[in-house]
């Protein structure tokens, strides 16, 4: 069965494999350092053949400078775990979404203090007004925030108040 | 060129959407690349990636110059991901021909570029370089939107991933244009002359030009995006109370080489390092 699970962290059916993806799963995003890329659902595979081993992942944003970062650690990583000839490939399909962050990462992003997607993806109709769910204070759980910029720190974060607790916040934005 | 895509399709659909950010793997992977654009095909990757490009590059200027911090950031991030797009689009570009994405951004004089007159346009003042992403962003969620659907695998996975980030860049100038429109008498009138002054250059954007007959089902016809790019901007203008600007249309031909005055020096600066340091990293 495809779900959103399975799509989102594609973990490889044999043990060789198994076992590298679980050491490549560990790299860290260096930008949000809590959330690993198997959480984001960067990790799109690792196989272990008899040629070496091949990982691939995918960006989150087209442009996103944390990828050659993460390239380079997930080859450090597997390297320095004594796997061979290792390769890591970056692709572009399917295209990263943020509904493939996991629940433990969404946990992990607010605990950190940036608040985790809220709702799903998916290209708006044309319109002028983008309808948004209230994002909530990861400090004092609120719903009476605003935003402040909708591009922030990183591609992939917007700039919000709490207009309660009165502390700016990160939002990772959900695409 | 359909048939190959299809039969790529097919035999390895992983392949087509790979885009290798490394030039050292880069180099390596041209030689065995499974997915090298035909030359109409990297013709076409190249009108795409240079628009985004040249456009990044003119954004770039505004960080540390932008009216408020927030800004300095958003056209930042925007820009980024327009390199973004440009890297995917002239590494698939430079493939057919044995080039890498930074032979092709560096070492190309202006006749071999193929971005559209709007995209060269200058920053002008806030206003202008607003209503130049109005009207950019506006075309390319268009564009990427129908391009999702190329029989080009390597196409359709960069428009998927660029129409997310493109309708974020749209609703952004957006948000510009409505508060610009109706803000003081003089970001209005601001808003005004910088719409008015952007405006010619939509027209050559919806040029088919021959390249796009040989391309049938795999290049997205100009054309067929007016009428959409223009029903999505038209609430915009009506809501901010700005009439459809009439006027002079440029005479265009960016796809052809013939570029503005505007393109030279933006070149000068985004080639001048790659050119007096050959080979320099850091």
Request: charged share 20%.
């Given at each position: 069965?495809v779900?959103?699970?399975?799509?989102?962290?594609?973990?490889?059916?044999?043990?060789?494999?198994?076992?590298?993806?679980?050491?490549?799963?560990?790299?860290?995003?260096?930008?949000?350092?809590?959330?690993?890329?198997?959480?984001?659902?960067?990790?799109?595979?690792?196989?272990?053949?008899?040629?070496?081993?091949?990982?691939?992942?995918?960006?989150?944003?087209?442009?996103?400078?944390?990828?050659?970062?993460?390239?380079?650690?997930?080859?450090?990583?597997?390297?320095?775990?004594?796997?061979?000839?290792?390769?890591?490939?970056?692709?572009l399909?399917p295209a990263?979404t943020?509904?493939?962050?996991?629940?433990?990462?969404?946990?992990?992003?607010?605990?950190y203090?940036?608040?985790?997607?809220?709702?799903?993806?998916?290209?708006?109709?044309?319109?002028?007004?983008?309808?948004?769910?209230?994002?909530k204070c990861?400090?004092?759980?609120?719903?009476?925030?605003?935003e402040?910029a909708?591009?922030?720190?990183?591609?992939?974060k917007?700039?919000?108040?709490?207009?309660?607790c009165l502390?700016?916040?990160?939002?990772?934005?959900?695409? | 060129?359909?048939?190959?895509g299809?039969?790529?399709?097919?035999?390895?659909?992983?392949?087509?959407g790979?885009?290798?950010?490394?030039?050292?793997q880069?180099?390596?992977?041209?030689?065995?690349?499974?997915s090298?654009?035909?030359?109409?095909i990297?013709?076409?990757?190249?009108w795409?990636?240079?628009?985004?490009l040249?456009?990044?590059?003119?954004?770039?200027?505004?960080?540390?110059?932008?009216p408020?911090?927030?800004?300095?950031i958003?056209l930042?991030?925007?820009?980024?991901?327009?390199?973004?797009?440009?890297?995917?689009?002239?590494?698939?570009?430079?493939?057919?021909?044995?080039?890498?994405?930074?032979?092709?951004?560096?070492?190309?004089?202006?006749?071999?570029?193929?971005?559209?007159?709007l995209?060269?346009?200058?920053?002008?003042?806030?206003?202008?370089?607003?209503?130049?992403?109005?009207i950019?962003?506006?075309?390319?969620?268009?564009?990427?939107?129908?391009l999702?659907?190329?029989?080009?695998?390597?196409?359709?996975?960069?428009?998927?991933?660029?129409?997310?980030?493109?309708?974020?860049?749209?609703?952004?100038?957006?948000?510009?244009?409505?508060?610009?429109?109706?803000?003081?008498e003089?970001?209005?009138?601001?808003?005004?002359?910088?719409?008015?002054d952007?405006?010619?250059?939509?027209?050559?954007?919806?040029?088919?030009?021959?390249l796009?007959?040989?391309?049938?089902?795999?290049?997205?016809?100009?054309?067929?995006?007016?009428?959409?790019?223009?029903?999505?901007?038209?609430?915009?203008?009506?809501e901010?109370e700005?009439?459809?600007?009439?006027?002079?249309?440029?005479?265009?031909?960016?796809?052809?080489?013939?570029?503005?005055?505007n393109?030279?020096?933006?070149l000068?600066?985004?080639?001048?390092?790659?050119?007096?340091?050959?080979?320099?990293t850091?």
């Amino acid at each position: 069965m495809v779900t959103v699970a399975s799509v989102a962290r594609p973990r490889p059916s044999d043990a060789a494999s198994q076992q590298a993806w679980d050491i490549a799963a560990l790299v860290c995003d260096p930008e949000v350092p809590v959330l690993t890329i198997e959480d984001l659902g960067v990790l799109r595979s690792v196989a272990v053949t008899a040629d070496g081993t091949h990982a691939i992942l995918t960006p989150t944003y087209s442009g996103c400078p944390a990828m050659e970062a993460m390239r380079d650690d997930v080859m450090a990583a597997l390297t320095g775990a004594g796997y061979r000839n290792v390769t890591v490939e970056l692709v572009l399909a399917p295209a990263w979404t943020t509904d493939w962050m996991s629940e433990e990462g969404r946990a992990k992003l607010v605990s950190y203090g940036i608040a985790a997607p809220t709702g799903h993806s998916g290209v708006r109709p044309t319109g002028t007004v983008r309808l948004q769910l209230a994002v909530k204070c990861p400090r004092c759980s609120s719903l009476n925030t605003r935003e402040l910029a909708r591009f922030g720190s990183t591609s992939c974060k917007a700039l919000y108040e709490c207009r309660d607790c009165l502390e700016p916040f990160d939002y990772f934005k959900v695409l | 060129m359909i048939d190959h895509g299809q039969a790529d399709v097919a035999a390895d659909p992983d392949a087509h959407g790979h885009v290798d950010v490394d030039t050292v793997q880069l180099s390596a992977e041209l030689v065995e690349a499974a997915s090298v654009a035909s030359h109409d095909i990297a013709e076409y990757a190249l009108w795409l990636g240079d628009d985004s490009l040249v456009l990044a590059q003119h954004l770039g200027w505004w960080i540390s110059r932008a009216p408020e911090l927030e800004e300095d950031i958003a056209l930042g991030n925007i820009a980024l991901d327009l390199i973004g797009h440009a890297r995917s689009l002239l590494h698939y570009a430079g493939a057919e021909s044995g080039r890498t994405e930074d032979d092709l951004a560096y070492w190309r004089d202006e006749p071999e570029w193929r971005s559209a007159h709007l995209f060269e346009q200058p920053n002008g003042d806030f206003a202008h370089t607003i209503a130049r992403q109005f009207i950019a962003a506006h075309y390319l969620f268009e564009l990427y939107s129908a391009l999702m659907n190329s029989t080009d695998a390597t196409l359709a996975a960069i428009a998927a991933k660029a129409v997310k980030e493109v309708d974020y860049h749209r609703d952004h100038s957006i948000q510009w244009v409505l508060r610009l429109a109706q803000g003081t008498e003089e970001s209005r009138r601001r808003m005004i002359t910088g719409l008015s002054d952007l405006w010619p250059f939509l027209e050559e954007l919806f040029v088919d030009e021959p390249l796009i007959d040989r391309l049938e089902g795999i290049a997205v016809r100009p054309s067929s995006l007016r009428a959409l790019v223009e029903a999505a901007m038209s609430p915009v203008l009506a809501e901010a109370e700005l009439g459809v600007p009439r006027g002079f249309i440029s005479s265009g031909g960016g796809r052809r080489g013939d570029h503005s005055e505007n393109l030279g020096p933006l070149l000068a600066e985004l080639q001048v390092l790659a050119r007096a340091h050959p080979g320099a990293t850091w």
